[in-house]
């Protein structure tokens, strides 16, 4: 049996990162759907991330995105968000959303345009030293739509160099999370399209080098636990960018398609005893196209807190046991029973312990925050995905 005490305590623990982007208007395909009250400017993210942190108690860091969430002053930023109850968390950049990436952008056969980008890489972590932040986001759009369109191979060469670059501008504890995607933008090859790929880069590059897996970016029926686990075993990975998918990158809520898989990732997590001596950034990386965006971060929240209350409930001394002995029947029950356990007492037990409301959508709706946002946040569109 868990030992529910030390389940409670992981819980009341554990750590998810908001992306500022998906409070924004944001849907990367087709039309983006405008919302009223959404956030016009980064102050008006970091708000509401903030208001996600006070209704759910594990959301205390919100990730930016460059130029997105561009100001003149960071460590301003980074005071307002501390004022607010949060601190400023990963950065990520963007090469992806200008006319000269068109080819790629640290991969592009033109030396002009790699420069550029990669001097990207580097205003990323001087920002990062004025934020404080410890992460480095690289998520790369590069790739070829043809066979033949440029060299393979070449293309590897140059986006080590400029990894490289990032890597050597990097002090103190800053780190990268390379992310990997199969396919889009690109749909012939793609640079950095798998958890191999980004492995074997942050291996050369050294220590403060690691994977972020971002659950919508494999292919159909893909085995992510088993990632995780690699990973894990090795020290590689660094972060999860959370989101769920039925067909390709959806960045639907995190636990909304396939919570049996997301439930399957903490195990492994659990098991590694990573949820948070590891160094793991938990983030999410979603989009909110159809439904109010503040509600569906807080759906996602409570999502991964009701897997990883799962994870923690597996009888690992039962399991190990199953395993050893090779019965198959035993070890997947002692699995599913932890599975199928209902977790939402327990959480809302965890949520009164730590003076919070035990249902955090319920105490957001009658906060009348949203409401106030619709009335004060007139006019204006902050950029973002589809913006
Ligand atoms: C594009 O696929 C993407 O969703 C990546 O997952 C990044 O993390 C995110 O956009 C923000 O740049
Ligand atoms: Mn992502
Ligand atoms: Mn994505």
């Known amino acids: 049996m868990a030992d529910l005490n030390a389940v409670k305590q992981a819980l009341r623990e554990q750590r998810i990162e908001t992306p500022s982007w998906a409070f924004g208007n ?11 009250g959404v956030p016009r400017t980064p102050e008006e993210k970091i708000a509401d991330a903030a208001t996600v942190h006070r209704f759910t108690g594990v959301a205390p860091s919100v990730a930016l995105h460059i130029p997105w969430d561009k100001v003149a002053d960071y460590s ?23 006319d000269d ?19 990207h890489l580097l205003e990323a972590v001087d920002i990062m030293d004025q934020t404080g932040s410890r992460d480095l986001k690289l998520w790369f759009s590069d790739g070829l739509n043809y066979p033949g369109q440029d060299d393979l191979r070449l293309r ?3 986006l080590a160099a400029a990894l490289r670059e990032a890597y050597d501008r990097l002090s103190g ?19 950095v399209p798998d958890w191999g790929t980004s492995y074997a880069h942050c291996v050369e590059l050294g220590p403060k080098a690691t994977v972020c897996i971002d659950t919508g970016h494999h292919a159909p ?34 636990g909304a398609a396939d919570p ?19 160094g793991i950034n938990f983030m999410l990386d979603q989009c909110h196209n159809i439904e109010a965006k503040i509600p569906a971060i807080i759906r996602s929240v409570l999502n991964i807190q009701e897997a990883t209350a799962k994870a923690l409930l597996v009888d690992r001394d039962a399991l190990f046991a199953a395993q050893a002995a090779g019965d198959v029947l035993e070890a997947n029950s002692v699995l599913m029973d932890a599975y199928n356990t209902d977790v ?10 730590a003076g919070l409301d035990p249902d955090p959508i319920a105490a957001y709706k009658r906060s009348g925050y949203q409401k106030k946002i619709v009335a004060d946040r007139v006019g204006g569109q902050q950029a973002g995905w589809g913006a």
Do not use: C, H, W
Request: aromatic share 14%; hydrophobic share 45%.
């Open 26 to 36: 944001s849907g990367t395909r087709f039309k983006v759907f405008a919302q009223a």
């Open 76 to 98: 301003k930023l980074s005071a307002f968000a501390a004022e607010n109850g949060i601190q400023l968390g990963a950065i990520n950049t963007n090469v992806f959303q200008d």
């Open 101 to 119: 990436y068109k080819l790629g952008s640290v991969t592009n056969p033109d030396p002009a345009v790699r420069r550029k980008a990669t001097d």
């Open 156 to 158: 590897q060469d140059r």
């Open 173 to 191: 504890d800053q780190r990268i999370l390379l992310e990997y995607k199969l396919f889009e933008p690109a749909f012939y090859a793609t640079d």
């Open 221 to 254: 029926g893909t085995n992510i636990e088993f990632i995780v686990a690699f990973l894990l075993r090795q020290g590689k990975l660094g972060a999860f960018d959370f989101n769920s998918r039925f067909y390709a990158d959806d960045d639907l809520m995190a």
């Open 260 to 278: 049996f898989q997301l439930f399957r990732i903490m195990y492994e997590i659990v098991r590694a005893d990573a949820l948070t001596a590891a």
């Open 344 to 353: 939402r007492p327990l959480l809302r037990e965890v949520r009164e312990d």
